[in-house]
């Protein structure tokens, strides 16, 4: 099991930017992708982002495409979600999440198997 702590959520305008982060313990970092996922009231879950074992691989949702940058330290264990022109329609908590297998990418939720206790991103004028 890995623990995972996020931070830098808060409130922004529109067109603003933000940046999440999220440090993991607990096991071996490197071999696992991690994810972005969020969470709007009244909705469920969804993914916003991943990124494989060695930060060769990434991939985001659509709606996010062009904006938001997911990227890793395996040095440092942590993980980081770049967020650019931010819209309300981002506005959610934010988790972080560890895959449950190594050297796997799948995206979907269930196969994520660790997760932060979320942050607040918040973007209205």
């Known amino acids: 099991q890995v623990q995972l702590v996020e931070s830098g959520g808060g409130w922004v305008q529109p067109g603003g930017s933000l940046t999440l982060s999220c440090a993991a313990s607990g096991r071996t970092f490197r071999a696992y992708a991690m994810g972005w996922f969020r969470q709007a009231p009244g909705k469920e879950r969804e993914f916003v982002a991943r990124?494989?074992?060695?930060?060769?691989?990434?991939d985001s949702t659509n709606s996010v495409k062009g904006r938001f940058t997911i990227s890793r330290d395996n040095a440092k264990n942590t993980v980081s979600l770049q967020m650019n022109s931010l819209k309300p329609e981002d506005t959610a908590v934010y988790y972080c999440?560890?895959?449950?297998?190594?050297?796997?990418?799948?995206?979907?939720?269930?196969?994520?198997?660790?997760w932060g206790q979320g942050t607040q991103v918040t973007v209205s004028s």
């Open positions: 999440a560890a895959h449950r297998r190594k050297w796997e990418f799948s995206k979907s939720a269930s196969d994520f198997g660790s």
């Open positions: 990124i494989d074992w060695s930060s060769g691989n990434t």
